[in-house]
Nanobody, 125 residues
Framework: QVQLVESGGESVQAGGSLRLSCAIS????????WAWFRQAPGKQREGVAA??????YYAASVKGRFTLSQDSAKHTVNLQMNSLKPEDTATYYC????????????????????WGQGTQVTVSS
């Protein structure tokens, strides 16, 4: 069984920062990669960042502003978000998979094994 729980979403002003956390429990031992996605109302789900081993992926829209990291001691994956913009407003989801991240033409695929319930991030201008 793989379980993921997100936390840290809040309402902030443009230019502010937030840190999202994903608590991971994996009794199967098959999880090897983790990712963050986001979805705004009426829009498609968008890959934000992914990590596998020591390698990371970032969407062009967040590169340089967001940082993804793992804390093995706490069994968590964190997403540090700086210089937030109104277009970052969305529900953010943590996901995990038994395979390396799948990226095609710079876009992260969303066919992952396990998903959390999401945490809301709202950025006001």
């Amino acid at each position: 069984q793989v379980q993921l729980v997100e936390s840290g979403g809040e309402s902030v002003q443009a230019g502010g920062s937030l840190r999202l956390s994903c608590a991971i429990s994996d009794s199967t031992g098959v999880t090897v990669s983790w990712a963050w996605f986001r979805q705004a109302p009426g829009k498609q789900r968008e890959g934000v960042a992914a990590i596998y081993g020591g390698s990371t992926y970032y969407a062009a829209s967040v590169k340089g502003r967001f940082t993804l990291s793992q804390d093995s001691a706490k069994h968590t994956v964190n997403l540090q978000m700086n210089s937030l913009k109104p277009e970052d407003t969305a529900t953010y989801y943590c996901a995990a998979d038994s395979r390396p991240p799948l990226v095609e033409r710079g876009v992260l695929r969303d066919a992952l094994l396990s998903w959390g319930q999401g945490t809301q991030v709202t950025v006001s201008s």
